[in-house]
């Protein structure tokens, strides 16, 4: 399988080079030159393995120059019982007959990312060795909460490898920040930046491209490189879970093979409805992808009319993870959409970069109407939704997901179409129980996260994940704060150099 740069059709990389380049150097993004198909044969077969051989199996069609053994090996290290704490890995809940909750949530950080952040180390390790690389990769983050964290815990240990984080002074939760500071493992580093996220994203950028640090690195035997979500070995695990979840339906009787299903995502930067786009290519029968966006809801108004515009009001929600105005992977489906056409990528990104707006002619505006569906839903939805969700059905969900689900009952009104629907879940309720508890009580907690943690846990008549309530016990390793132009000299201090 070759690889193909989204602002440059003319170059083609293996999957090695796309993961371990992680961006095109032209600023395009990797994409694959064609997609692999599954038969139904397939899908009934996929119905009969378990998580880590159905991520072999697809992970074997896209990354065409891993041989099985690495491949074999990557899944087997991401995606354990031990970090999971399911087998399943990423469990379907039934909600009813119907609606089914995609559960990304059970591992090591508690949000959907770590789906991704888990093999990507890995994926990562096996490709610089195939591109001939001896050097140490020392990866930089801009976290304004999920991100780092996740990213910490898929690096934490890792051979070859050294990680540092920055978050936000100002921007992260008390949980978030917790969960940094307590961060295990002897290859990382956490800071935090004096600033919102916006100073902590520019400050890590302009590191990344100063060419007398990268110098130092390289006489260090060391290069940066990024694990941030455009990178395809980020992609590919998202794609699993919606084939995995389909194979599951198969597998429980709840589908026979064939019969087409809905997939709703929360969704900001385009990532993680793209996978279920990818997967939908592949020939698993989804009907209708549908967007799901906060009171941020640029991806809405795109989806609907086909003009792109992030010049517009930005909101600070109760789903933090969604607060984007600028969704990077959508790219990656105009390329498909329009047939390719590179030159016509490069002119709509080079109008968002000028004038933050662009509009696809109608060609691509009509494929997309025919693919997806979008709605939104602001904090006062979202609460709402998640106190209706548990009282009709004893279910807590989070309010990233609640997001969805309020966006499936607009669709299913609309439309009157009652296919069965997968949600993708995309945290666990624990890690935002302030705003949770608040919801379905109608009045804010007074008590303290880890009180709140412990109140949600009744509530439910459950635990806390171990992973949540472990944090309160753990020492903190991670105190040290610094200002945007102290960076330098603290990457080069965290490195040794
Ligand atoms: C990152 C994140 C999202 C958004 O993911 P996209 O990559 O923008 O699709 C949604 N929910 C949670 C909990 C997240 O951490």
Redesign the pocket.
């Known amino acids: 399988m070759i690889y193909k740069s989204t602002r440059d059709s003319s170059i083609s990389v293996t999957s090695a080079q796309a993961i371990s380049m992680g961006i095109s150097s032209e600023g395009g993004l990797f994409v694959p030159a064609s997609m692999p198909w599954l038969s139904y044969n397939d899908m009934k077969e996929l119905a009969e393995q378990n998580y880590v051989s159905r991520a072999a199996y697809v992970l074997s069609r896209f990354l065409t120059d891993y041989t099985s053994t690495e491949i074999n090996d990557c899944v087997s290290k991401a995606y354990t019982m031990e970090k999971f704490e399911t087998e399943s890995i990423a469990p379907l809940y039934e909600l009813d007959p119907s609606t089914y909750m995609l559960e990304l ?1 059970h591992g090591p950080t508690c ?3 770590d789906m991704a952040l888990q093999l990507l180390p890995h994926l990562l390790s096996y490709a610089t060795e195939k591109c001939g690389n001896k050097k140490t990769m020392v990866i930089l983050v801009a976290t304004s ?3 780092g964290k996740a990213a910490l815990e898929g690096f934490k240990d890792v051979p070859g490898t050294k990680i540092i984080v920055f978050y936000p002074k100002e921007g992260v939760s008390a949980l978030q920040k917790l969960q940094m500071a307590t961060q295990q493992g002897e290859n990382v580093g956490v800071f935090a930046i004096e600033g919102n996220f916006d100073a902590a994203q520019s400050g890590v950028k302009k590191i990344f491209t100063d060419e007398d640090i990268k110098k130092a690195l390289d006489e260090n035997g060391m290069m940066f490189t990024s694990a941030n ?1 455009i990178n395809w070995g980020r992609l590919v695990p998202q794609i699993v879970y919606y084939i995995s979840a389909y194979a599951d339906l198969i597998k429980n009787g709840r589908v026979s093979c064939g019969e087409f299903i809905n997939v709703v ?10 996978a279920a786009y990818y997967a939908k290519k592949m020939g698993i029968p989804i009907g209708r992808l549908i967007c799901a966006s906060n009171a941020n809801n640029v991806l809405t108004d795109f989806i609907m009319t086909g003009k792109y515009d992030k010049n517009r009001q930005f909101y600070t929600t109760i ?1 933090p ?2 607060d ?1 105005l600028i ?1 990077s ?1 959508l790219e990656r489906l105009l390329y498909d959409l329009s047939g390719c056409d590179d030159a016509k990528i490069r002119s709509y990104m080079d109008s968002l970069a000028k004038e933050g707006k662009y509009t696809v002619d109608d060609s691509i505006k009509n494929s997309i109407g025919e693919y997806f569906w979008a709605g939104y839903c602001d904090d006062n939805m979202t609460r709402q939704t998640i106190k209706d969700i548990y009282n009709k059905y004893a279910y807590v969900c ?1 309010p ?2 609640a997001v969805a689900v309020n966006v499936l009952e607009q669709y299913r009104v609309k439309t009157n179409d009652m296919s069965k629907t997968i949600i993708a879940s ?2 666990s309720p624990f ?1 935002f129980a302030g705003d949770v508890l608040e919801s379905i009580k109608g009045e804010k907690s007074s008590g303290s996260e880890q009180e709140q943690i412990n109140e949600l846990a009744e509530l439910q008549m459950t635990t806390p994940p171990k992973q949540i309530s472990d944090l309160f016990e753990l020492p903190v390793r991670f105190t040290q704060s610094c200002a945007k132009n102290e960076l330098k000299d603290v990457v080069f201090k965290a490195l040794g150099i």
């Not at 995502?265 to 793209?274: A, R, Y």
């Open positions: 949530w949000a959907f990312k909460g999920d991100t979500s995502v929360p969704t900001g930067n385009f990532g993680n409805i793209l789903s993870s969604m984007i969704s992977n989070d990233h997901t995309t945290a890690k």
